[in-house]
């Protein structure tokens, strides 16, 4: 419960950061959106570990995703940001491309044979050939960029610190809605990295070690995977920050996780969810 309690405060404090941008936002969103209480606790999923691999330390994590057997992993900092594929078996970076230094990369997703990828400041999304990693365009769009998914039907989902997940035309960039997730009547903030599954977001909750469950039923917050447990278990890695990096496999309906700078990269079981 204190868990629980500190992550909501947290989340509370960070809701001051937000943009008047992203304040303009709130008038679009949908129904569901609202806020009402849900009368339900908080679900506190737990997890096995089914195995660990090695991951590049130097990688600044920002977004994930498995796709073909492979990984494809975005990382960030200024003069470090990076698209990478990486073989799950073995954390062998097998194809990497460098942004140029002024970018700091953000969230990666993919849609059909392209890779999408945000960046936090610049307001740039870049889009590349999945096989060769070539740069094919870009667009542009206002406000951060943090985590990025693909939807059933082929459209972006992109958070940017707040509470707020805007869905986006891939093919123009231009926002087609924009919901709102909350715990109770308190919005959820610092959504980061996220992956969609059928109709749950998992999200990565930034500055914590917490993945938050979303019910895109009610935009609700239903739950939380706790994996602070992962970062203790890390190894001679004392540079390791946040949990961030989601992948889900849908054939086994693992997740694989990692953090920034972390050593070690987790596929995981999560109970009573998938």
Request: charged share 25%; glycine share 6%; proline share 3%.
């Amino acid at each position: 419960m204190k868990f629980i309690i500190l992550i909501c405060m947290t989340l509370f404090t960070f809701s001051c950061a937000n943009n008047a941008e992203i304040k303009q936002q709130s008038a679009t969103a949908n129904s569901n959106s609202s806020g009402k209480p849900v009368n339900t606790e908080l679900k506190k999923y737990t997890f096995d570990i089914v195995r660990t691999f090695d991951h590049d330390p130097s990688a600044y994590t920002q977004g994930l995703f498995l796709y073909n057997d492979n990984l494809y992993e975005s990382t960030g900092q200024r003069g470090e940001s990076s698209l990478r594929k990486i073989d799950p078996k073995s954390g062998k970076v097998l194809k990497k491309v460098e942004l140029a230094d002024e970018y700091f990369g953000e969230g990666v997703t993919r849609i059909n044979d392209e890779i999408f990828m945000l960046t936090w400041t610049s307001g740039k999304c870049f889009v590349y050939d999945i096989n060769t990693f070539k740069q094919k365009r870009e667009y542009k769009y206002p406000g951060e960029g943090w985590g990025l998914t693909s939807t059933e039907d082929n459209h972006l989902m992109m958070t940017d610190g707040s509470n707020y997940i805007r869905y986006i035309d891939p093919t123009t960039f231009e926002v087609k809605n924009t919901i709102a997730i909350y715990y109770q009547n308190s919005p959820v903030n610092a959504l980061n990295e996220i992956e969609k599954v059928d109709n749950i977001i998992i999200a990565n909750i930034y500055t914590s070690d917490a993945i938050a469950v979303i019910d895109l039923n009610t935009n609700q917050m239903q739950g939380i995977i706790d994996c602070s447990e992962l970062r203790k278990t890390l190894k001679d890695n004392p540079r390791a920050e946040v949990l961030n990096g989601i992948a889900y496999d849908k054939e086994t309906k693992h997740l694989y996780l990692t953090g920034k700078y972390w050593n070690t990269m987790f596929e995981i079981k999560v109970n009573d969810l998938f």
